[in-house]
């Protein structure tokens, strides 16, 4: 192609001796053309990060660039000196991260952030440098730009933040901008507007954007041409109708496949008696110290809610809008500061610890952090018969049901004896799931517990806990940020925000007639929602 | 645990520093072997020069044998060294736990009292508690324990803060498991890397509190001290070096065989913190 800005071409990066295979990424070419955004997608370790780093020079020492060229202006990016690089780096080709909390220095108005880009490439004066500064920050939309440019970090949003990074990478003109999963720490309606934000730049600007994401949903919002990664190998490329509703490669069609689908499912009615009300909840928070005056933050204000027995309830909600605080009420990790929760007729708020011990069998929980909830000094084993050990079974019964456990949620009972660092973030989010079902609890509390997976872990997982469900007849609460997850799994959906319950219904009432804002909102934001209807 | 033992290993100071701290390890239990008799008498004429063919370090001005000395020293310091470190550890770890892991108005109390132990100089208590108890091996073992928990107290407290927020501990509590059964059964083998690096220097630090001690005559006058033998041939230390130099450098190699463990323990356990340079 004549008018590529970046040609990639047989890029090979090693890994050290003693990973998992030779090459992080392996024989990779692809092209970006001027005013084109191109998606690199993959899972965990596909080497797509890996890829983009490449390009900007930021290979960290170990993992060489052992064979192939990046040509950019008639330039081989591989072969250039630091120097070199320098001057090509933010000027030609910017960069923005993923975690927009620690990619601005904390200690340094943000505007005195973006004119240090221009002072580093020599730009202007300092003037002159603060009212480009200003002008940036109009064009990536902050609100009130000429106050924010003197503002700390501190006190922008997540998704404003974002937008400052932006700002920076945008300060030169750069004509490629590289984007490193810039939405995936944000909120999903803070996602759309960074989408729409930088789709206006690649059309108002012409830039070449290479957007690096693990999100089908994003892809199918934003691309222009899609390349898929694994194992460190592009295995397929193409435009992005050819690759979303006709994929060539297996892999493609699994990733594409463990999305979940916006499924309108009419509600499986259920007549049975609630097993978990919850009224009027609320949860306080006061902030201030010993001589500022107290102000109150409401986590969670007056939500009310019932689940009918083998009901699953999803509870969806941005963060912040108090889902997992009143989740943590109902298994009294936190303590409402009002209304009441009955499970099964009884009473559990107000109850001492130990009154509440006979009846926490009933209600497990299963967590999201596959690597934080999991003792890491514990043997698998032992982690999974400890709830039936504290309520008196005798150890080695327990771990006879351990290892049944195992084989129910789909791993060797031969792995009792292992750690959880032995395991990947899937595996242990079945072990966690094993811990929760070793009490045979009634209710079951699964706090975003496939948020932290890749799409096709994430899609087993999902039918394991729909498997369990059934089987075991539990009643489910689920809390999600992610509306596809909900609709997937849930006969019933519940919208929070800023602590109360907005809006609740079938999926099928929810994304069919939303009516309140806020979920109409929420469902516009779902990135890739135009390309629900065209999906096999 | 097989990389811990492979990186600690490669470590050539704390091989050395094992080493030696096997060799005083060795004098301890062996002393009646290796010296027999009685290290307070006299062993010789007073003052012999080192490098004696009876008495290789020499003899002292009432003709103790230094050797001897040093051999039977080593045991007073590693029961004080050991004994003070446990007491101290049982102390500290635990109102480090239970003020890190209940968190309120418990932490503050627990805190506020461990401060007050941190604003008194340390060595002026130990003084003052030794000369307060008759000294002996049992009250600079408590001495000292009582003025080196404090440490422990805030390293474990802030373990404990990192820690109890994490979902596992979450996990135990809707599990139904007891702040006891949490605390030691969860948190606590989670936080003892920094444990064991800190009771390694801990050791190092009770050795050279308790020759302080004996050094100022406040030790045990029943057992034989390397502080002890110190302060005693500090008067004499020109016309006979030997008498206050050998049992120093027991001292001085003892303390340093445990820093150098203490390091070679906490390189080990954290590696990534002396690779940042070449990554």
Redesign the interface.
């Given at each position: 192609m004549s008018d590529a800005l970046l040609t990639v071409d047989g890029l090979s990066v090693a890994l050290p001796r003693g990973g998992d295979r030779p090459h992080a990424v392996e024989d990779i070419s692809f092209t970006l053309a001027k005013g084109e955004i191109l998606c690199i997608v993959g899972e965990s370790g596909s080497g797509k990060s890996i890829s983009a780093s490449a390009i900007m020079g930021l290979l960290p020492k170990r993992l060489p660039a052992v064979k192939g060229s990046i040509t950019f202006g008639g330039h081989d990016l591989l072969k250039l000196s630091k120097e070199g690089m320098r001057a090509i780096r933010g000027k030609d080709i910017a960069m923005i991260f993923q975690e927009p909390m620690t990619a601005l220095n904390p200690i340094m108005p943000v505007g005195k952030q973006i004119a240090e880009v221009l002072e580093a490439h020599g730009e202007g004066n300092p003037a002159s440098r603060r009212v480009r500064a200003i002008e940036l920050l109009t064009e990536v939309g902050i609100p009130s730009p000429e106050q924010t440019v003197d503002a700390y970090p501190f006190r922008l949003s997540g998704g404003q933040r974002q937008r400052v990074m932006i700002a920076m990478a945008l300060a030169l003109k750069p004509s490629i901008l590289i984007c490193d999963e810039p939405t995936t720490a944000l909120d999903v309606t803070t996602q759309a507007q960074i989408l729409v934000l930088i789709r206006d730049l690649q059309q108002n600007q012409g830039t070449g954007i290479l957007f690096v994401t693990h999100d089908f949903g994003v892809v199918a919002e934003i691309a222009d041409r899609i390349a898929v990664m694994q194992h460190g190998k592009i295995v397929e490329l193409g435009t992005r109708d050819a690759v979303l509703d006709n994929p060539q490669h297996p892999y493609t069609r699994k990733l594409i496949d463990a999305v979940p689908r916006l499924a309108m499912r009419k509600k499986v009615t259920v007549n049975t008696p609630p097993l978990l009300q919850i009224d009027r909840v609320s949860k306080t928070y006061w902030r201030g110290g010993l001589f500022a005056k107290k102000t109150p933050v409401h986590a969670v204000k007056e939500a009310s809610l019932t689940l009918a027995r083998g009901e699953t309830l999803a509870l969806v909600g941005e963060s912040g809008s108090g889902k997992s605080t009143l989740a943590r009420c109902i298994v009294r990790l936190i303590e409402p500061t009002g209304g009441t929760i009955h499970v099964d007729g009884r009473e559990i708020t107000g109850i001492s610890q130990a009154e509440f011990k006979p009846l926490r069998r009933q209600i497990q929980m299963v967590f999201q952090d596959p690597f934080a909830s999991l003792n890491p000094r514990k043997r698998v084993g032992e982690i999974i018969a400890e709830g039936p050990v504290t309520h008196g079974m005798a150890r080695s019964e327990a771990m006879g049901k351990a290892k049944e456990l195992l084989a129910l949620v789909g791993l060797d009972p031969a792995s009792i004896s292992r750690f959880p660092h032995e395991f990947s973030g899937g595996q242990r989010q079945r072990i966690g799931l094993a811990r929760a079902l070793a009490l045979e609890p009634e209710l079951l509390i699964a706090d975003e517990p496939v948020s932290a997976l890749d799409v096709s872990v994430q899609a087993q997982v999902l039918k394991l806990i729909a498997d369990m469900k059934a089987r075991m007849n539990l009643t489910m609460l689920f809390i999600t940020h992610d509306l596809r997850v909900a609709s997937e799994i849930a006969d019933r959906i519940a919208v929070m925000r800023y602590g109360e319950i907005v809006e609740m219904g079938t999926p099928m009432a929810i994304f069919g007639s939303p009516q309140h804002a806020y979920t109409r909102a929420l469902i516009d934001a779902i990135p890739g929602v135009g390309w629900e209807g065209t999906r096999r | 645990m097989s990389g811990f033992w492979k990186r600690f290993a490669s470590n050539k100071g704390a091989v050395i520093g094992c080493f030696i701290f096997a060799v005083v390890v060795l004098l301890a239990i062996f002393a009646p072997l290796i010296a027999p008799g009685d290290p307070w008498r006299m062993a010789g004429p007073p003052r012999t020069d080192a490098f004696d063919p009876e008495h290789w370090m020499g003899t002292d001005m009432l003709g103790r044998d230094v050797w001897a000395t040093i051999v039977h020293g080593a045991r007073v310091s590693l029961i004080v060294g050991g004994g003070a470190t446990l007491a101290a550890l049982l102390i500290g770890v635990t109102l480090g736990a239970v003020a890190g892991y209940c968190g309120g108005w418990i932490d503050d109390v627990l805190m506020r009292f461990t401060e007050f132990f941190q604003s008194i100089p340390s060595f002026i208590l130990a003084l003052l508690i030794v000369a307060i108890f008759q000294p002996s091996v049992g009250s600079i073992v408590t001495a000292v324990a009582i003025v080196s928990w404090p440490p422990v107290a805030r390293v474990v407290r802030a373990e404990f803060l990192s820690l109890r927020s994490?979902?596992?501990v979450?996990?135990?509590?809707?599990?139904?498991?007891g702040t006891t059964?949490i605390i030691f059964g969860?948190i606590l083998?989670?936080a003892l890397s920094p444990i064991v690096v800190l009771s390694s220097f801990m050791v190092a630090t009770a050795i050279l509190l308790e020759a302080a001690l004996s050094f100022l005559g406040l030790g045990d006058p029943n057992v034989m001290s390397w502080g002890f033998m110190i302060g005693s041939g500090r008067s004499t230390i020109r016309i006979a070096w030997w008498t206050s130099v050998f049992p120093g450098v027991a001292l001085f190699l003892t303390v340093l065989s445990l820093n150098l463990i203490g390091e070679g323990i906490s390189d080990a356990l954290n590696p990534r913190l002396h690779d940042r340079g070449?990554?």
């Open positions: - | 994490r979902e596992f979450q996990a135990a509590v809707v599990l139904g498991q059964q969860q083998p989670n070449e990554a």
